[in-house]
């Protein structure tokens, strides 16, 4: 069943409906492909094989992706009676598992996936690479020694892989975009409150948290949209509906739309790697041929350093909070052994953020959002800019330098997090599109920021783009086991 490996989800949903393969068919093929290629990459950190074959008895006829076979990120996305560490030793050791689903996987299951294992991720989602000393390191299949990023690397590097087409993951300073950017993936980062965090959680890290999935097409990340987007009884907010589906908008009229073109960093303390300038003025010169007017201009209130430097702040309280909150649940202390040098450091740091500093990030926070708002208002109706500031980085190269100097650390990441981490400040979608490589062939993600709630003008660009630069035919064959 190797012909299934590099099919979207859609496709592979489309010949389980037609009889052309059999759901058992599909997920032994699946099965197979991740106990040959997860010897390199370790994207797959709980295999819950038996139950999903237990599930394909409960599967419903007509579902969006009926019978698809998916990945569930370890980390608050939680699963009942699943094994359960957000790449904590503290959670491992415990042997913590959870007494009830998050409504996300409801929703993941209602659309007809089946979950067929857990993806590895940084501790607690906290960092951009996906090393966690828990589980061992994730691998980017294109090249086994660099990084797939984080905290989404498990899931990324399964779907660039070929394991699964789909994989969920989420994003609260990045943890989508990045990792599809370096994997090759297409990775949207919904509109704040598009799709729900409960019954576990209500505003995570003061709103910087979407939840979502990781794709290899435009029309998948679609389909997906449709299937979790829309409140629950209880959320703290909810984005503004959109008229019509998702799915519909990437077939609808997109534009011509006015376009700012950046090449900069938010915080302007660092550049992009030329191959990277390259990528985003390549997007541009695509946009431009489609009939759009590409103008080089950004929201104003990106260049001050608070839009680099609030995110970062924000986490660490955001680490403090998430160990108080396991020690709550599982009634013993977490100790500073049971956390990595850099969790230790964000938690350290916490301390000497007090309640009031916190209501000025999230005041400041609020003021970006204001600025880039303004910015749309304006005149403009999307923003191209970088992902990341350069291909995967080689494995190893944070943990080095976070046993050398865990702040040293922290200020390396900073051109990484305020490329991303503004769109969680702000709320609005964002998506990454695999629209360039590097010089050595690894893929460098390509980002387009809408106004909040437009994830519609969002994904009809962006099937525009995949249309006019394909990347369907880009796998990294050579550097898996199968070299399929």
Not at 63 to 84: H, M, Q, T
Not at 121 to 140: D, I, K, Q
Not at 325 to 344: A, K, N
Not at 346 to 357: F, N, P, Q, T
Request: aromatic share 6%.
């Amino acid at each position: 069943m190797d012909e299934l490996r590099w099919l979207d989800a859609t496709d592979v949903a489309g010949m389980i409906a037609d009889g052309s393969v059999s759901p058992r068919e599909v997920l032994d093929a699946t099965i197979a492909r991740i106990e040959d290629l997860d010897q390199s990459v370790h994207a797959v950190v709980t295999p819950l094989f038996e139950r999903a074959i237990g599930r394909l008895a409960a599967l419903s006829a007509n579902k969006p992706f009926g019978g698809v076979p998916f990945l569930v990120k370890d980390l608050i996305c939680e699963v009942a009676g699943a094994p359960f560490h957000e790449g904590m030793r503290y959670l491992q050791g415990l042997g913590y598992v959870p007494p009830v689903d998050q409504e996300l996987f409801r929703r993941f299951e209602t659309s007809g996936l089946v979950a067929v294992g857990k993806a590895n991720t940084s501790e607690l989602g906290l960092t951009p690479t996906t090393e966690p000393l828990a589980m061992g390191p994730t691998r980017n299949p294109w090249n086994l020694e660099h990084t797939p990023g984080g905290s989404s690397g498990g899931p990324a590097a399964a779907v660039a892989a070929g394991m699964v087409p789909i994989a969920h993951a989420n994003d609260g300073g990045g943890s989508i975009r990045g990792p599809a950017a370096y994997c090759g993936l297409v990775g949207l980062k919904p509109s704040r409150g598009r799709v729900p965090l409960g019954p576990l959680y209500g505003d995570l890290f003061g709103g910087l948290v979407c939840e979502f999935v990781v794709t290899r097409t435009v029309r998948d990340t679609a389909v997906a949209l449709d299937a979790l987007a829309g409140p629950m009884p209880g959320d703290p907010y909810a984005a503004p509906t959109t008229a019509g589906s998702y799915t519909a908008a990437l077939n609808g009229p997109a534009g011509p739309l006015r376009v700012g073109l950046w090449t900069g960093i938010p915080g302007g303390r660092s550049a992009l790697a030329p191959s990277v300038v390259d990528g985003v003025r390549g997007a541009g010169s695509v946009l431009e041929e489609l009939g759009h007017t590409v103008i080089e201009d950004h929201p104003a209130s990106l260049d001050g350093p608070e839009a680099s430097g609030v995110v970062s702040r924000m986490f660490c309280v955001a680490a403090l909070w998430a160990v108080r909150r396991w020690e709550r649940i599982c009634g013993q202390p977490v100790t500073p052994s049971d956390l990595e040098p850099m969790t230790r450091t964000m938690v350290d740091a916490a301390a000497g953020i007090s309640g009031a500093d916190v209501m000025d990030l999230l005041e400041t926070a609020q003021l970006i959002g204001r600025g880039t708002g303004e910015w749309h208002d304006e005149g403009f109706d999307l923003l191209v800019m970088a992902a990341t500031p350069d291909a995967a980085p080689p494995l190893g190269t944070l943990q080095a330098a976070a046993d050398d100097d865990v702040r040293r650390a922290t200020k390396a990441l900073l051109p990484l997090v305020s490329l991303l981490g503004w769109c969680n400040l702000t709320g609005q979608p964002a998506i990454s599109l695999p629209l360039s490589t590097n010089p050595t062939g690894l893929p460098i993600g390509i980002q387009l920021v809408a106004p909040y709630g437009r994830e519609d003008r969002l994904l009809a660009v962006a099937a525009q783009l995949e249309t006019a630069a394909p990347w369907s035919a880009r796998h990294p064959r050579d550097n898996t086991p199968t070299g399929s």
